[in-house]
């Protein structure tokens, strides 16, 4: 479920107080990147994914930020200040561009392709892995609503994934939070190393903001106000029910109750079904105490001079860099670490480094990537990316264990330049068991990835 915190004219001083003062230099551009198909995934079941319109959470994030990057650089070229222009006319015009930019964002919450369909398709792609049919409410234009489903799901359906699969089953939870921070690192990626510098800290921050303010509202007493309204909106209705209420209250639960049946959360208040929504009321006080924890961890995601309009920190003409903290909740516990965005002599480089902890343990991963290296085949030019993940894990993703499990991921992109502007491109993953943001499976799995890039 998506809930809505921020008021408009909280988001209009924020626009404001984060929109910059000054003209970009003249590197400006943005991609359009159109996800054709996903494999196993898409075709799994009879083409599952594809009759009920479930992207996977890679596709649904490319096309969400395609809308971004194009939306903010068309604002940015209307309305960008002429050379010589007054310090006057420089704010009337940044001005401009926050007032259109909160409409525009606050407009698209409630639209697809926006940050809250984006978010519902997170937890889309984990149900649609384990079978289980939705519905994102987003798609009927729910402009608005203060809380956003992922609904037409039935209970049986929904006992049969967490007896099955309780790690995942914790995951489908956390997962819209986890869809926005890695939209958030990979528009971060597009402006560092494809050179953009688009003004996107508004979006980088609202964005970390309303995870923060989520996760906090969870632990809150008043999250039951919440969720006895929508109960009571819903009345017997099972079609409109959200699959999970607020999202952390559920997967501190079943986190901390991998054993539980589905059944025993009781018999929804109108008689009609299982209660599925959980109440701060029905946690522990280890339970609610580790939840306010997240809640204030996640401040990290706010580490990054990205955040204030610093896309990329220069210490030299060969010599680039930028940073950023994130903080990730998991199928076992959470995941607490740094990105590297570094460039030199053209070589392009990302790296990230994992604290992966559940109840009480911690364990480290480390992650590296080669970010586009040309490479010529006869006269046509080739793009490699490959990638490698190392980590150590809670064994069974389990949140209590003091075990390790240790694993890793390797990956293979190859795009083609076709024309000025068209880069189709394919990546091939391998992986072992084990969680690793941006990808739906916690098995061990060979996947592959194919769409099309235009770069503009």
Do not use: C
């Given at each position: 479920m998506y809930c809505q915190i921020p008021s408009p004219a909280f988001l209009f001083l924020l626009t404001l107080l984060a929109t910059p003062l000054h003209a970009q230099d003249s590197q400006t551009k943005f991609i359009l990147d159109l996800p054709i198909m996903e494999a196993p995934y898409g075709v799994n079941n009879g083409f599952f994914a594809y009759r009920q319109f479930s992207p996977g959470?890679?596709?649904?994030?490319?096309?969400?930020?395609?809308?971004?990057?194009a939306k903010v650089y068309g604002l940015k070229r209307l309305i960008k200040p002429e050379k010589g222009a007054s310090p006057e006319?420089?704010?009337?015009?940044?001005?401009?561009?926050?007032?259109?930019?909160?409409?525009?964002?606050?407009?698209?919450?409630?639209?697809?392709?926006?940050e809250a369909w984006n978010h519902e398709e997170w937890h889309r792609a984990v149900l649609t892995q384990n079978k289980v049919s939705s519905h994102n409410d987003v798609n009927d234009i729910p402009f608005g609503q203060e809380l956003i489903a992922v609904s037409h799901l039935e209970d049986a359906a929904l006992a049969a994934f967490k007896k099955n699969n309780n790690p995942d089953y914790v995951r489908l939870s956390a997962a819209g939070i986890e869809g926005q921070i890695e939209t958030t690192k990979a528009l971060q990626k597009d402006n560092f190393f494809c050179r953009m510098n688009l003004p996107l800290s508004l979006n980088y921050f609202f964005s970390a903001f309303s995870a923060i303010e989520y996760v906090r509202l969870c632990a809150e007493p008043g999250a039951d106000d919440l969720t006895i309204k929508a109960e009571e909106k819903e009345g017997v209705n099972v079609e409109k029910r959200d699959f999970v209420g607020l999202d952390m209250l559920s997967w501190i639960y079943d986190l901390s109750r991998p054993d539980e049946p589905y059944e025993a959360r009781g018999i929804h208040p109108s008689g009609?079904?299982?209660?599925?929504?959980?109440?701060?009321?029905?946690?522990?006080?280890?339970?609610?105490?580790?939840?306010?924890?997240?809640?204030?961890?996640?401040?990290?995601?706010?580490?990054?001079?990205?955040?204030?309009?610093?896309?990329?920190?220069?210490?030299?003409?060969?010599?680039?860099?930028?940073?950023?903290?994130?903080?990730?909740?998991?199928?076992?516990?959470?995941?607490?670490?740094g990105n590297l965005f570094f460039e030199y002599k053209g070589h392009k480089i990302f790296g990230?480094?994992?604290?992966?902890?559940?109840?009480?343990?911690?364990?480290?991963?480390?992650?590296?990537?080669?970010?586009?290296?040309?490479?010529?085949?006869?006269?046509?030019?080739?793009?490699?990316?490959?990638?490698?993940?190392?980590?150590?894990?809670?064994?069974?993703?389990?949140?209590?264990?003091?075990?390790?499990?240790?694993?890793?991921?390797?990956?293979?992109?190859?795009?083609?330049?076709?024309?000025?502007?068209?880069?189709?491109?394919?990546?091939?993953?391998?992986?072992?068991?084990g969680w690793t943001a941006g990808d739906s499976y916690l098995d061990e799995k060979v996947f592959a990835r194919f769409g099309v890039r235009a770069c503009f």
């Open positions: 959470m890679q596709a649904s994030m490319n096309l969400a930020k395609s809308v971004t990057e006319a420089k704010i009337g015009r940044w001005a401009g561009f926050a007032v259109i930019h909160l409409l525009s964002d606050y407009v698209l919450m409630y639209f697809p392709l926006g009609t079904g299982i209660r599925r929504y959980r109440r701060t009321s029905d946690l522990t006080g280890e339970e609610l105490g580790f939840l306010k924890k997240m809640g204030n961890l996640q401040l990290v995601n706010f580490i990054s001079p990205a955040m204030f309009f610093v896309n990329s920190i220069r210490l030299n003409k060969e010599l680039r860099f930028n940073f950023s903290g994130f903080h990730h909740l998991t199928s076992f516990g959470y995941d607490l670490g990230a480094i994992h604290n992966y902890h559940n109840l009480q343990n911690s364990f480290l991963g480390l992650e590296m990537q080669l970010i586009d290296r040309p490479l010529m085949i006869g006269r046509i030019p080739f793009f490699i990316s490959p990638a490698l993940h190392l980590w150590s894990q809670p064994a069974g993703q389990e949140f209590r264990t003091s075990e390790a499990s240790v694993g890793g991921r390797a990956e293979a992109g190859i795009s083609i330049k076709l024309g000025k502007y068209f880069r189709p491109y394919m990546t091939l993953v391998a992986k072992t068991k």
